[in-house]
């Protein structure tokens, strides 16, 4: 059984940019959350994407949007970057919504 | 008041001394509880559930308080490789899961 697996690991943008960040759920699992963590924080909730469909969203501005794909793969997206969203983005997926979650490695970005 | 609140510490406890984190959360209305936890710079592993009968697995123990709204973990018997920070998960009524901000352990040898 493969687990959750992101890319790219790290990344480096400069402000104004924009950023996709991929996510291959775990094998079974039709449900995908992404999160965003700061240092020294907890993970913050972004959205939550079920059967292609957004549905639930965490207090992050419309410039955060993502997909889900047939295959229960998933982006995130971010325009604009600015130097707040400097994290590690988090992605986990879950057999259905209310159930167990489990991450993926993580993507680091920095935005100078 | 913080929808999930837990004390950052750090805790820093002899090795096979027992230890019992606290978690808080606001909205009644939730129905799946989860205990992470994360090592620095990893993401975070799922460590247990919390069932409204408490859960226990080896040296952890978790439980759920509906009427006082809070989840505990208790870690018997630290170990060196509990070391780590932990992390209280609710969902918010609405399939969005809320993350305390972690308490951080550390077992001195």
């Known amino acids: 059984e493969t687990g959750v697996t992101q890319s790219p690991t790290h990344l480096i943008k400069t402000r104004g940019q924009q950023v996709t960040l991929r996510c291959s759920s775990q094998s079974g699992h039709n449900t995908v959350s992404w999160y965003q963590q700061a240092l020294g924080q907890g993970p913050q909730f972004i959205f939550q994407?079920?059967?292609?469909?957004?549905?639930g969203r965490g207090n992050f501005p419309p410039r955060f949007s993502g997909l889900q794909f047939p295959n229960y793969s998933s982006e995130l997206n971010v325009n604009a970057l600015e130097l707040d969203d400097s994290a590690l983005y988090l992605c986990a997926s879950s057999y259905r919504q209310g159930n167990e979650q489990f991450f993926g490695p993580g993507t680091r970005l920095t935005v100078l | 008041r913080k929808e999930v609140e837990q004390d950052p510490g750090p805790f820093n406890v002899p090795e096979g001394a027992t230890v019992a984190f606290n978690c808080t959360y606001s909205?009644?209305?939730?129905?799946?509880f989860f205990w992470y936890r994360q090592d620095c710079r990893k993401e975070p592993k799922l460590l247990m559930s919390v069932y409204s009968s408490g859960n226990e697995d080896g040296r952890f123990t978790a439980q759920l308080n509906r009427a006082s709204q809070y989840i505990s973990l208790l870690i018997r018997d630290s170990k060196l490789s509990d070391s780590a920070t932990y992390l209280c998960?609710?969902?918010?009524?609405?399939?969005?899961?809320?993350f305390g901000t972690g308490t951080r352990l550390k077992v001195l040898a």
């Open positions: 994407y079920y059967r292609e469909e957004e549905n």
């Open positions: 909205n009644s209305a939730s129905q799946s």
């Open positions: 998960v609710v969902d918010s009524g609405t399939y969005k899961y809320i």
